[in-house]
């Protein structure tokens, strides 16, 4: 299985300012024919199932706010939200689904 | 929109069986995977399983073979994960999950809690 490892666990950031998450896979979970990447970012707030922010490591879901921005490629791979809004306040997970089964990071808490 | 409903929250005996059920509207059931991904309290996400509504493929995750069944029943756009033997660290929230392009997770049910306490 592919392990998934996040850095920080949790981190405290002020209102505007950016937050930086990053995600590393035991072995490359992107494919050198097309250039993609399979690796997606969730936020998870307290009492809801996580939500979908960005999959093939940068391509945005449909009505993710714009501050939300993913990069990366191989092993190594970064989530970030510029100015930070309250409403951002949430555990982050990354998950590759480069290969079965998908497996996803410990989680990384953001909090103002 | 896309709406998952799951059934609400268990409370069962070690060596029990529990069923969960997921609801799905606002698509076309057969064309997308139902995934299933639970979530131990304040612990990370563990997957465990998918089935494909249209074909009836379907797979587990290693650590749930022989105690896990997915099914689907597409005239009412429903799928069911049944896990067996449950012990204690089967206490969990299990979400079902839609997956597209393989498991890539865009629309989750609310969660159902399943107890396990004697």
């Known amino acids: 299985d592919i392990v998934v490892t996040q850095s920080p666990d949790s981190l405290a950031v002020s209102l505007g300012e950016r937050a930086t998450i990053n995600c590393k896979s035991s072995?490359?979970?992107?494919?050198?024919?097309?250039?993609?990447?399979?690796l997606a970012w969730y936020q998870q707030k307290p009492g809801q199932p996580p939500n979908l922010l960005i999959y093939w490591a940068s391509t945005r879901e449909s009505g993710v706010p714009e501050r939300f921005s993913g990069s990366g490629s191989g092993t190594n791979f970064t989530l970030t939200i510029n100015s930070l809004q309250a409403e951002d306040v949430a555990v982050y997970y990354c998950q590759q689904y480069y290969s079965t089964p998908p497996t996803f990071g410990p989680g990384t808490k953001v909090e103002i | 929109q896309v709406q998952l409903v799951q059934s609400g929250a268990e409370v069962k005996k070690p060596g029990a069986s529990v069923t969960v059920s997921c609801k799905a509207s606002g698509y076309t059931f057969t064309t997308y995977d139902i995934n299933w991904v639970r979530q131990a309290a304040g612990q990370g996400l563990e997957w465990v399983g998918w089935?494909?509504?249209?074909?009836?493929?379907?797979g587990y995750a290693q650590n749930f073979q022989g105690r896990v069944t997915m099914a689907t029943d597409t005239s009412i756009s429903t799928a069911y994960m049944e896990l067996s033997g449950l012990r204690a660290e089967d206490t969990a929230i299990y979400y079902c999950?839609?997956?597209?392009?393989?498991?890539?997770?865009?629309?989750w049910g609310q969660g159902t809690l399943v107890t396990v306490s004697s």
């Open positions: 072995r490359s979970v992107s494919y050198r024919s097309n250039n993609k990447h399979s």
């Open positions: 089935m494909n509504p249209n074909s009836g493929n379907r």
């Open positions: 999950a839609r997956g597209h392009s393989g498991y890539i997770y865009d629309s």
